[in-house]
């Protein structure tokens, strides 16, 4: 059977690839320690859970419209008013079967062969492996580790050239924590119109932000609604993860489309998914802000445990669950894969391997979110797990310095 060029062209994730070489071992009987999954270790709420199991029993398991139940999207409504200030009738709302899938229609709806999109770095794998897909151009525009991987509005600017159609942005973004500010929203909302851009604004993580930080919509500022497509869903707030229960509010048009695309793709998500994706909205805030009070221990506890290990930078993140540590010390070793005996020619993938096959600990390197020298470790994980990890990753180190000496 001839593959199709579409999905030739799409990269193996090194997450992936990560995870299932760390799965592998563990079926092996080996004692893994992982902070490569980005997903909450929390269970779903008890009350979630039941309004789906009412809603199998009250036989709500049938085909319903592809953009979702409408009690959902007034839901959806509802929450972007309330949280967002944004405002929103059930008509631009599409519910997808995870943000992913959101992140997905929108690029398909939007991006034609050979359209450019800009993407922040380091930035979630999946924006430029969908651009790609659907024959589009990434773009990609580094943001800087000096301001926290902030962005900086006249960078995206300069990489518009001739014709960008698209900016993907992801705030609180994953890998590096950055929560975007007001200003720097308002700064970047002002070239988008300027320059005519849509956005894909990736909101998954807004309810996981620290220290007083504050969540802003770009699609809030004047002329944005209008160009932006907000992708939200369950997943992460609520622990929500198998669901798949994500959303998009965007101008009608699109979303029109976008409902068409799903409609003759995977039609709709889960009935009774839907149903607890509704009761999670309708529930109020209070397990999201359990939980999230939770990360911020674990920060505070894993971001003080990776410090006290020598030649490890380590900022502190604003916001998601992630620490995206600078292992430079290590990665700009000349030769290190070499020396690590890895066939990868990336200095973060090599130690990851490292790390996995010396230490049994799975982290993700740096190379997945297109940035080298870093390593993304998820605090979504047991106090006890976080210690010994950092435990793992201290040895580890120091025995790579042994090698490297
Ligand atoms: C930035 C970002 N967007 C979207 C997703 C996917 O969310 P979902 O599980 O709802 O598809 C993830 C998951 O890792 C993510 O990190």
């Not at 995870?98 to 922040?120: E, M, S, T, Y």
């Not at 802000?289 to 221990?297: D, H, K, N, Y």
């Not at 916001?319 to 000349?334: C, I």
């Not at 010396?358 to 605090?379: D, Q």
């Amino acid at each position: 059977m001839k593959l199709s060029r579409r999905v030739q062209q799409i990269e193996p994730s090194l997450t992936v690839a990560i995870d299932t070489r760390a799965k592998a071992l563990k079926a092996e009987g080996a004692d893994i320690v992982s902070l490569g999954a980005g997903e909450p270790d929390f269970d779903t709420p008890g009350p979630i859970e039941d309004a789906a199991v009412e809603a199998i029993r009250a036989h709500k398991t049938r085909y319903v419209a592809p953009d979702g139940i409408l009690p959902l999207k007034k839901a959806i409504c509802a929450k972007l008013g309330r949280e967002n200030g944004l405002r929103y009738e059930p008509d631009q709302i599409v519910v997808t079967s995870g943000a992913k899938h959101a992140v997905n229609n929108a690029v398909a709806a939007l991006v034609d062969p050979g359209d450019r999109a800009i993407v922040l770095a380091p930035h979630w794998v999946t924006y430029p492996a969908l651009v790609k897909l659907y024959g589009g151009e990434p773009v990609v525009v580094r943001t800087s580790p000096g301001n926290g991987f902030h962005p900086v509005a006249a960078d995206i600017e300069r990489a518009c050239g001739e014709g960008a159609k698209l900016l993907v942005l992801n705030s609180p973004c994953n890998p590096s924590g950055a929560v975007y500010t007001r200003d720097e929203l308002r700064a970047v909302a002002e070239l988008c119109v300027r320059r005519d851009l849509a956005v894909i604004s990736d909101e998954i993580y807004e309810h996981l932000v620290y220290d007083g930080a504050e969540h802003v919509s770009i699609a809030s500022f004047p002329g944005m609604a209008e160009r932006t497509v907000v992708v939200n869903g369950v997943s992460k707030a609520y622990a929500m993860t198998g669901w798949r229960i994500g959303y998009t509010a965007s101008p009608r048009e699109l979303a029109r489309a976008m409902a068409r695309l799903q409609g003759q793709t995977t039609h709709h998500p889960a009935t009774p998914c839907q149903h607890a994706a509704l009761a999670a909205l309708e529930g109020g805030l209070e397990p999201v802000e359990r939980m999230r009070r939770a990360f911020e221990r674990r920060r505070g506890l894993f971001v003080s445990e990776l410090r006290a290990i020598p030649g490890l930078a380590v900022p502190e993140p604003e916001g998601a669950f992630y620490v995206f540590a600078d292992v430079s010390k290590w990665t700009s070793a000349p030769d290190l894969p070499r020396r690590l005996g890895s066939s990868s020619d990336s200095g973060s993938v090599a130690l990851c391997e490292w790390l996995l096959e010396h230490e049994r600990l799975a982290v993700v390197p740096g190379a997945a979110f297109g940035v080298e020298h870093r390593i993304r470790f998820s605090y979504a994980a047991s106090e006890e797990t976080l210690l010994e990890a950092a435990q793992r990753l201290r040895r580890g180190l120091a025995a790579v310095d042994g090698i490297l000496r």
